[in-house]
């Protein structure tokens, strides 16, 4: 997990690899992270291109039940190899979106140089996704860029410009198609901003309002 927290993504996607054939817990899971962190890699040889391809065609096959249920990990990491056929083979920021998921931007946050690399590689996709026609998935992926800008943002002390940005991903709402938990994890993503500030009351509310 360090190296993905350190963005050495090749590095981490042998780790993800390692995973892959010796963990017991979710085969499924593991493949898109693969999958996720090849797709961070800025030039992608032909063969990463191909490896890509075959864990987000294969990932969905080792989904588990257990006591008759679905692990909701596995159900997101599905519906993301979905996506990635669905948006011409690309995905936006995967291995962000999962650090997130897994609580690991307070880690970023301890150093500068990592939270402020993670903030550039965001602010890159953001204005790509500006500058291009918007697609059926576009509200998505806007949302969930400014869900990790504001990530960033409260990170390196700047609440007030990551409330702007969780407001503008609240102002989504009826435009997401898919990524309905960007909504929630916004929401509580402003509850912590306001907990930072001092304001537990504001923040109790927020979680209160947003059951």
């Not at 979106?97 to 903030?119: I, M, P, T």
């Not at 960033?152 to 409330?163: I, K, S, V, Y």
């Not at 990524?179 to 509310?205: C, F, H, R, T, W």
Request: aromatic share 8%; net charge positive.
């Amino acid at each position: 997990m360090q190296q993905t927290v350190n963005q050495n993504w090749r590095e981490a996607s042998h780790f993800a690899n390692r995973l892959i054939q010796d963990s017991r817990w979710s085969k499924t899971i593991y493949s898109y992270q693969k999958g996720a962190l090849l797709l961070m890699i800025k030039n992608p040889t032909a063969e990463d291109k191909r490896e890509i391809e075959s864990l987000m065609r294969n990932a969905p096959q080792w989904k588990q039940r257990i006591a008759g249920k679905s692990l909701p990990m596995e159900k997101f990491a599905v519906k993301k190899t979905e996506r990635f056929f669905a948006q011409k083979k690309t995905l936006l920021l995967p291995a962000l979106e999962l650090l997130f998921l897994w609580n690991l931007f307070k880690v970023l946050g301890k150093k500068w140089a990592l939270v402020e690399s993670v903030y550039k590689l965001v602010e890159e996709a953001l204005v790509e996704l500006n500058r291009q026609p918007a697609t059926e998935f576009d509200a998505d992926n806007k949302g969930l860029a400014l869900l990790l800008k504001a990530a960033c943002l409260r990170q390196m002390g700047t609440p007030l410009q990551a409330e702007e940005c969780l407001k503008s991903v609240l102002a989504l709402e009826k435009s997401i198609k898919e990524d309905n938990y960007l909504i929630p994890y916004s929401v509580v993503e402003m509850a912590l901003l306001q907990k930072d500030q001092g304001y537990k009351d504001k923040a109790i509310q927020l979680l209160e309002d947003a059951k």
